[in-house]
Each structure stands twice: as structure tokens, then as C-alpha cells.
């Protein structure tokens, strides 16, 4: 499992995120091997995730971010992973889960002290 994976993970596992999911890409699309969705109670917490996440990257990791000005949708794109953090509310109302039902879930739990 990438080292990348397990470090954003981490960040947004000690950032207090829900049901933070990971769906494996790996051999199915050409752009991305992973995409993580987390959930936040509130616009703090998303706003939260940007430096959270942004600090736990390596020093000039180049990724591109989507949606910090409204602080309820935040899509980081860092190359091999897609993140998405949202609002709770906005994830059961777009329910983007429903596009990846054919991709395995990832667990990092219980790995590496995460």
C-alpha cells in the first residue's frame, strides 16, 4: 500500500473525519489508483482537512485542490489519489459512493498504528 495513502488517511483519521472510505482503482482507471471520501459534521472541520492534509503531505508535494471556498465539498487531486472531504449532509445528498459500487474497499486500520 502507498505510503502516500497511509499518510492522508492518517491526517484525516486524527482530524476526527466519519466513515472514511477508500476505494482501490489500481488496474481500472489510467488517471488515479485511489479514491478516499471522508465525512465532516461541519464547515470548520472541511476548511480543517485543507491545512491538516496539506501538512501531512511531504515538503513541495504538487496537488490540486477543489472547492475550499465554499467549505462543504473539498476534492484534493495529489496525482494517484483523488480525496474527497465533505459535509455529511453533502455526501448523502450526492451519494458519489453509488458510482464505485463495482470498486473493492481499502482498509488501512490496525496498520502501521493508524
Known amino acids: 500500500m502507498s505510503e502516500l495513502l497511509k499518510t492522508v488517511y492518517k491526517a484525516l483519521n486524527d ?3 466519519q466513515d472514511i472510505v477508500i476505494y482501490d482503482f489500481r488496474g481500472f482507471s489510467p488517471y488515479y489508483d ?3 471520501i471522508a465525512s465532516a459534521t461541519n ?8 491545512n491538516h492534509v496539506r501538512q501531512a503531505l511531504p515538503a513541495g508535494f504538487d496537488f490540486h485542490m477543489e472547492g475550499a471556498e465554499t467549505s462543504r465539498w473539498i476534492l484534493f487531486d495529489l496525482h494517484s489519489i483523488i480525496v474527497h472531504v465533505m459535509h ?6 450526492y451519494q458519489i459512493e453509488k458510482i464505485f459500487f463495482e470498486r473493492e474497499k ?9
Open 34 to 36: 485511489f479514491q478516499v
Open 43 to 50: 464547515e470548520r472541520q472541511v476548511s480543517a482537512a485543507i
Open 15 to 17: 482530524l476526527k473525519l
Open 88 to 93: 455529511r449532509e453533502d455526501r448523502e445528498f
Open 106 to 114: 481499502v482498509s488501512l486500520e490496525g496498520q502501521n498504528g493508524i
